[in-house]
């Protein structure tokens, strides 16, 4: 990148690259394990990032014992499961299509807030659309915290919205594989467009 366009970034050149440049989609692991605490630190980072009237609808389930991970992985596609057999941690993103319950709390300014999600079309178009933008944070999280992310969508979305989320107040959105890489954990970097193809004036 050119020192003129750098010159236009607050963020440091170490962080931008940890963030973004170097950090990858990981498809393999090492054993190391991730401890609530660091999942903790990551959350509360991210928790900053902004949604529409800060519903945070984002939830996390991460799957630590044998019985969660074989529930979840008998789902995945056969071309995840070795990667998510191996990943030291598996977190199971959701959104939460009761999200509008909490907003008294969360967007106190609006005591109204509830009822603008009384259709339950309209709160899950809202609960996917947040929960989603959060996920991209979540990533992100994980990356600051010198972490690899492998997010996975080929699966079995409504058995593991069954397994998971019985009572359909929940919607699966992605799974997460989490972990230090372990051996050739990627690939060659993919081509990705450049700023002409996407960015445009009107």
């Known amino acids: 990148m050119h020192q003129a366009v750098e010159d236009h970034l607050t963020l440091a050149a170490d962080a931008r690259d940890l963030l973004f440049r170097t950090a990858r989609t990981a498809n393999s ?4 394990p991730v401890p609530d605490e660091q999942v ?3 959350y509360d980072l991210v928790k900053y990032a902004p949604t529409s009237m800060n519903q945070q609808p984002l939830r996390i389930v991460l799957l630590r014992s044998a019985a969660a991970r074989a529930r979840l992985i008998s789902r995945l596609a056969p071309a995840n499961r070795d990667k998510s057999t191996q990943a030291p941690l598996i977190a199971l993103l959701a959104a939460d299509l009761n999200f509008h319950e909490r907003l008294p709390e969360v967007f106190p300014h ?4 509830r009822a603008y999600y009384a ?15 959060q996920l991209g944070y ?3 999280g994980v990356r600051a915290a010198g972490l690899c992310a492998g997010p996975i969508v080929g699966y079995d979305e409504d058995g593991i919205n069954r397994a998971f989320f019985p009572d359909g107040s929940r919607r699966v959105l992605a799974v997460v594989n989490i972990g230090r890489p372990g051996p050739a954990p990627w690939r060659e970097r993919l081509p990705r467009l450049p700023y002409e193809d996407v960015v445009s004036s009107a």
Request: no cysteine.
């Open 29 to 32: 692991f090492a054993p190391d």
């Open 40 to 42: 903790r630190a990551i």
């Open 110 to 113: 609006a005591p109204d807030a």
């Open 119 to 133: 259709d339950p079309a309209v709160r899950e178009r809202s609960a996917v659309f947040n929960a989603t933008l």
């Open 138 to 140: 979540f990533i992100l």
